[in-house]
T-cell receptor
Framework: EAQVTQNPRYLITVTGKKLTVTCSQNMNHEYMSWYRQDPGLGLRQIYYSMNVEVTDKGDVPEGYKVSRKEKRNFPLILESPSPNQTSLYFC???????????FGPGTRLTVT | EDQVTQSPEALRLQEGESSSLNCSYTVSGLRGLFWYRQDPGKGPEFLFTLYSAGEEKEKERLKATLTKKESFLHITAPKPEDSATYLCAVQRRGSTLGRLYFGRGTQLTVWP
């Protein structure tokens, strides 16, 4: 089944404790993105990647890191999480030359 | 500065009562405009891509149209299962493929 998977789905952590949210797609897509969704603010793009080793900033990259060492994986790293990073996070992928994005199920992160 | 504005924020319709959702955009050059549906607790699901003014796309009870300044998502004779948040996104001409700007969404509730 073609899909985008994210892990973990739910995470509660404390300020300053480094964490990684994984994202994997099995569709051989070139493009991958990370978004955060907050009430009243909608979906905002954090980082996106056009292919392996090629990434760029979106609307709200501060406090986040990404890497794309393999085509199928695009992890989101929070080196020192803060409470304002409490949010619902989505990973998405799309094939080159197409605009339809396939979204993962989301990761709900709470930073206390 | 918002590049994508959706209205209304919330809409309640009785089953069978047709209506339209609006997405206005201010990007200087549009490469594409996209509509997504999002159910509570899930990732957005792709509906339509529109590329040029005058273009229309249909899927079941939904029809998306595009002008030079805005897009409409028309819902004809909606059913309760059409209840969801509908998101609009744009990609600017000249920007990197994969860079999307989302609106804040319209939460649609259809009651029997």
């Amino acid at each position: 089944e073609a899909q985008v998977t994210q892990n973990p789905r739910y995470l509660i952590t404390v300020t300053g404790k480094k964490l990684t949210v994984t994202c994997s797609q099995n569709m051989n897509h070139e493009y991958m993105s990370w978004y955060r969704q907050d009430p009243g603010l909608g979906l905002r793009q954090i980082y996106y990647s056009m292919n392996v080793e090629v990434t760029d900033k979106g609307d709200v990259p501060e406090g986040y890191k990404v890497s794309r060492k393999e085509k199928r994986n695009f992890p989101l790293i929070l080196e020192s999480p803060s409470p304002n990073q409490t949010s619902l996070y989505f990973c998405a992928s799309s094939p080159a030359g197409a605009y339809e994005q396939y979204f993962g199920p989301g990761t709900r992160l709470t930073v206390t | 500065e918002d590049q994508v504005t959706q209205s209304p924020e919330a809409l309640r319709l009785q089953e069978g009562e047709s209506s339209s959702l609006n997405c206005s955009y201010t990007v200087s050059g549009l490469r594409g405009l996209f509509w997504y549906r999002q159910d509570p607790g899930k990732g957005p699901e792709f509906l339509f891509t529109l590329y040029s003014a005058g273009e229309e796309k249909e899927k079941e009870r939904l029809k998306a149209t595009l002008t030079k300044k805005e897009s409409f998502l028309h819902i004809t004779a909606p059913k309760p299962e059409d209840s969801a948040t509908y998101l609009c996104a744009v990609q600017r001409r000249g920007s990197t493929l994969g860079r999307l700007y989302f609106g804040r969404g319209t939460q649609l509730t259809v009651w029997p």
